[in-house]
Protein backbone atom coordinates (compact mmCIF):
# COMPACT_ATOMS: atom_id res chain seq x y z
CA UNK A 1 0.00 0.00 0.00
CA UNK A 2 2.73 2.54 0.81
CA UNK A 3 5.40 1.35 -1.37
CA UNK A 4 8.77 0.81 -0.93
CA UNK A 5 11.41 2.87 0.74
CA UNK A 6 14.96 4.12 -0.88
CA UNK A 7 18.34 5.53 0.25
CA UNK A 8 19.61 7.98 -2.36
CA UNK A 9 22.05 5.91 -4.02
CA UNK A 10 19.38 4.28 -5.37
CA UNK A 11 18.08 7.56 -6.54
CA UNK A 12 22.29 8.01 -8.07
CA UNK A 13 21.80 4.80 -9.76
CA UNK A 14 19.66 5.28 -13.05
CA UNK A 15 19.46 1.56 -14.10
CA UNK A 16 16.58 0.75 -13.05
CA UNK A 17 14.19 2.68 -10.02
CA UNK A 18 11.85 4.59 -12.45
CA UNK A 19 10.50 2.82 -15.51
CA UNK A 20 11.41 3.86 -19.61
CA UNK A 21 10.59 7.35 -20.30
CA UNK A 22 10.42 8.46 -16.54
CA UNK A 23 12.66 10.19 -13.84
CA UNK A 24 13.01 10.86 -10.44
CA UNK A 25 12.16 14.47 -10.42
CA UNK A 26 14.96 17.48 -9.83
CA UNK A 27 14.89 19.87 -6.94
CA UNK A 28 13.52 22.28 -9.52
CA UNK A 29 10.75 20.22 -11.04
CA UNK A 30 9.35 19.16 -7.31
CA UNK A 31 9.64 23.21 -6.08
CA UNK A 32 7.37 24.64 -9.13
CA UNK A 33 5.18 21.87 -8.29
CA UNK A 34 5.21 23.59 -4.66
CA UNK A 35 4.48 26.85 -6.19
CA UNK A 36 1.71 25.83 -8.63
CA UNK A 37 0.14 24.34 -5.40
CA UNK A 38 0.52 27.38 -3.46
CA UNK A 39 3.79 27.16 -1.42
CA UNK A 40 5.26 25.51 0.81
CA UNK A 41 2.12 25.85 3.44
CA UNK A 42 -0.75 25.48 0.85
CA UNK A 43 0.77 22.31 -0.72
CA UNK A 44 0.84 20.05 2.57
CA UNK A 45 -2.67 19.80 2.24
CA UNK A 46 -3.13 19.90 -1.72
CA UNK A 47 -0.86 16.80 -2.04
CA UNK A 48 -1.98 14.41 1.21
CA UNK A 49 -4.19 12.14 0.76
CA UNK A 50 -7.72 13.04 2.27
CA UNK A 51 -9.24 11.28 5.68
CA UNK A 52 -7.89 10.50 8.57
CA UNK A 53 -7.19 7.41 10.87
CA UNK A 54 -9.16 8.75 13.44
CA UNK A 55 -12.08 9.18 11.32
CA UNK A 56 -11.53 5.68 10.07
CA UNK A 57 -11.45 7.33 6.27
CA UNK A 58 -7.75 7.42 5.46
CA UNK A 59 -4.40 6.87 6.80
CA UNK A 60 -2.86 10.26 8.26
CA UNK A 61 -3.00 10.75 12.07
CA UNK A 62 -5.33 14.14 12.55
CA UNK A 63 -2.90 16.81 13.88
CA UNK A 64 -5.63 19.52 12.71
CA UNK A 65 -3.97 19.79 8.85
CA UNK A 66 -6.11 17.37 6.37
CA UNK A 67 -5.32 16.67 3.30
CA UNK A 68 -7.01 17.53 0.55
CA UNK A 69 -5.36 15.84 -2.30
CA UNK A 70 -6.79 18.43 -5.16
CA UNK A 71 -4.05 17.67 -6.94
CA UNK A 72 -4.04 14.26 -7.46
CA UNK A 73 -0.44 13.09 -5.87
CA UNK A 74 -2.33 11.19 -3.44
CA UNK A 75 0.68 11.22 -0.53
CA UNK A 76 0.58 8.62 1.76
CA UNK A 77 2.28 8.81 5.01
CA UNK A 78 5.29 6.02 4.72
CA UNK A 79 7.05 7.31 7.27
CA UNK A 80 10.87 6.99 6.76
CA UNK A 81 13.62 4.73 8.16
CA UNK A 82 16.82 5.06 9.36
CA UNK A 83 19.11 2.23 8.85
CA UNK A 84 16.87 -0.33 9.83
CA UNK A 85 14.35 1.20 11.67
CA UNK A 86 11.26 2.77 10.74
CA UNK A 87 9.34 6.09 11.85
CA UNK A 88 6.36 8.00 11.28
CA UNK A 89 3.97 5.73 9.31
CA UNK A 90 0.80 7.36 10.15
CA UNK A 91 2.26 10.86 10.44
CA UNK A 92 4.91 11.45 7.54
CA UNK A 93 6.66 11.06 4.20
CA UNK A 94 9.32 12.28 2.08
CA UNK A 95 10.28 11.94 -1.62
CA UNK A 96 13.54 11.89 -2.63
CA UNK A 97 14.65 14.62 -5.72
CA UNK A 98 17.45 14.55 -7.68
CA UNK A 99 19.87 17.77 -6.90
CA UNK A 100 19.93 20.35 -9.59
CA UNK A 101 23.73 20.92 -9.03
CA UNK A 102 26.39 19.19 -7.25
CA UNK A 103 25.98 16.00 -5.20
CA UNK A 104 24.05 16.86 -2.52
CA UNK A 105 20.59 15.05 -1.79
CA UNK A 106 17.20 16.38 -1.03
CA UNK A 107 14.19 15.06 0.09
CA UNK A 108 10.82 16.85 0.35
CA UNK A 109 9.17 15.97 3.59
CA UNK A 110 5.32 16.02 4.18
CA UNK A 111 3.67 15.48 7.57
CA UNK A 112 0.46 15.69 9.59
CA UNK A 113 0.40 19.04 10.65
CA UNK A 114 3.07 20.94 9.22
CA UNK A 115 4.50 22.69 5.74
CA UNK A 116 6.14 20.62 3.42
CA UNK A 117 9.90 20.71 4.49
CA UNK A 118 13.06 20.33 2.13
CA UNK A 119 16.00 18.41 4.11
CA UNK A 120 19.21 18.24 2.36
CA UNK A 121 21.99 15.42 3.29
CA UNK A 122 25.19 16.43 1.84
CA UNK A 123 26.88 13.63 4.17
CA UNK A 124 27.54 10.84 1.99
CA UNK A 125 26.76 8.04 5.07
CA UNK A 126 23.18 10.14 5.70
CA UNK A 127 22.44 9.73 2.12
CA UNK A 128 22.85 6.01 2.71
CA UNK A 129 21.39 5.85 5.96
CA UNK A 130 18.09 7.34 5.30
CA UNK A 131 15.11 5.85 3.21
CA UNK A 132 12.24 7.62 1.59
CA UNK A 133 9.63 7.33 -1.13
CA UNK A 134 10.11 7.94 -4.75
CA UNK A 135 7.80 9.71 -6.42
CA UNK A 136 8.43 9.04 -10.68
CA UNK A 137 7.19 11.91 -12.92
CA UNK A 138 7.06 11.25 -17.20
CA UNK A 139 9.76 12.33 -19.56
CA UNK A 140 8.09 15.32 -21.62
Known amino acids: M ?3 LYNFQ ?5 SGLCPCNWHVPT ?13 YIEAMR ?5 GTIEGGDGLWVNNGEEGFNRSGFNALPAGYA ?8 D ?9 NTGVGSK ?3 ISSNSYVNEQAYAD ?16 L
Open 2 to 4: FGK
Open 10 to 14: AVEDT
Open 27 to 39: ATEFAVLLNYLGG
Open 46 to 50: ELKST
Open 82 to 89: LYDEFFGR
Open 91 to 99: SITGFWVTP
Open 107 to 109: VYI
Open 124 to 139: PLLKEAYYYSVRCIRN
